[in-house]
């Protein structure tokens, strides 16, 4: 197949994007090589160019500001196409193209390697620009967004805290824990719920309510609540595979 240059991949489309933080330094990035005419405006502070002169306008600002930006855009320019990048807002006047990652300015993303999902119907000169591969339905946008926001930072929480209590009450390197997150996760991916361990596994009830106590008396409060949380998601599933018996 033909590797097409930056400039033969670029689509007839002039796009104004409003917004370059986390993730528009990578959205800045991606439609520079895209569309033939791209104009950047930093955030709500800037003052608006001409929004009747653009083919898309590409929404890249926080969660909290989108509802009064979009009723602004629709007051100057009421036939503007309008996309966010909103995991959890759904919007009639603009469609959400929700890129499945999480994004710091420091490292580098490909935009198309990143799963997209839509709320709504998609354009072809859009699924050119992104790609998009999922689509979810408007009314369960924000359990949507719960799900991944749990899954995205679930394990960093508790790498990071639980890390310092490991260094600070054992003084050990807590690169130890991050090995075994690894190999748990690497574990999970390949093998599914037969990976798990732990006394509550085993069926050891005794080891298990020795270690609640344990924990208790060392203050390790983060811990103790992400075990006995544990104990109960497995409870929960082991209960649900048995028709409801433990």
């Known amino acids: 197949m033909k590797n097409l240059s930056s400039l033969e991949r670029r689509l007839p489309i002039s796009a104004l ?3 370059c933080g986390s993730f528009g330094v990578h959205l800045k990035r991606h439609l520079e090589q895209r569309v033939e005419k791209l104009l950047v405006v930093a955030g709500r502070k800037a003052p608006f160019p001409d929004l009747n002169s653009f083919d898309a306008i590409f929404l890249a600002t926080n969660d909290s500001s989108l509802e009064s930006l979009i009723l602004e855009i629709r007051s100057k ?3 503007a196409k309008i ?14 193209l929700h890129p499945v990652a999480s994004f710091n300015k420091e490292s580098k993303y490909n935009l198309d390697e990143i799963t997209f999902v839509a709320d709504g119907d998609v354009e072809e000169d859009i699924k050119k620009l992104f790609p998009i591969t999922r689509s979810i339905d408007p009314l369960k946008k924000q359990k949507y967004h719960s799900f991944l926001s749990v899954t995205a930072n679930s394990l960093q929480l508790i790498v990071n805290n639980i890390g310092k209590d490991f260094r600070d009450s054992l003084d050990m390197k807590p690169d130890l824990l991050k090995k075994i997150v690894i190999q748990s996760l690497q574990a999970e991916l390949e093998k599914g719920e037969t990976s798990f361990s732990g006394p509550w596994v085993r069926g050891e009830k005794e080891l298990q309510n020795k ?6 008396s060392e203050s390790l409060n983060n811990l103790n609540e992400l075990f006995k949380c544990e104990i109960k998601i497995y409870k929960d599933k082991e209960q649900t595979k048995n028709g409801g018996k433990l």
């Open 83 to 96: 996309f966010h990048f909103s995991g959890f807002h759904f919007f009639k006047d603009s469609l959400g």
């Open 17 to 19: 994007q409003i917004g």
């Open 77 to 79: 320019a009421p036939k």
């Open 211 to 216: 270690t609640v106590e344990k924990m208790k």
